[in-house]
């Protein structure tokens, strides 16, 4: 069995938060780049699942290790779960998140607070040799606020509230949002399904 875990990622941001989540597996983690491994993704699959398991098979492909991927986006309601799938690519590849997040607030201006649920979703993907594949989904429900707020997290996190908390996922600290993050919870229930695999 391989001692290794290969993420199919280059995202520094999303490696610190899988190996903080993920370090008590005793096998050494790293990124697809780290692993020296380079390949072209399509990502056509209609759902965060599918996604995932395209990604982590073009990986797989490429090493005898333990590979895992992950596809996650936002989802709200009022917007037919829209950006949903296309999230990175929502209003074009290259375009800035503030740009993003500002095209989805004017897309909601004059919408109630009630109508203006959302969800983080991440689907994680395990290829295992031998096994067959294993897929999850965590999710953090909340609504999309009126105005971006905080400087932590990236992506769509200044616009997504938490209700309980009644702040933006990019105003908790690293570890706070963690605890309850749609990939945290994934990650989570990765880590306990491949702790059946691997011991």
Known sequence: MSQKIVFATGNKNKMAEIRQILGDLSLEIVSMKEAGISVDIVEDGTTFEENALIKAKAVAACCDDIVLAD????EI????KEPGIYSARYAGEDTSYEI????LLDRLQGVPRELR???F????AAVVPGKDPIVVRGTI???IGDKPAGENGFGYDPIFYVPDLNCSTAELSPEEKNARS????????????LRDVIE
Request: some cysteine; overall charge positive.
């Open 182 to 193: 749609h990939r945290g919870n994934a990650l989570r229930m990765m880590r306990d399904r």
């Open 117 to 119: 649920t959302a969800r």
């Open 77 to 80: 309601d009022y917007l037919n």
């Open 141 to 143: 429900e909340g609504y």
């Open 121 to 124: 979703v991440c689907a994680i």
């Open 71 to 74: 596809d996650s986006g936002l």
């Open 100 to 103: 993003k997040n500002q095209m």
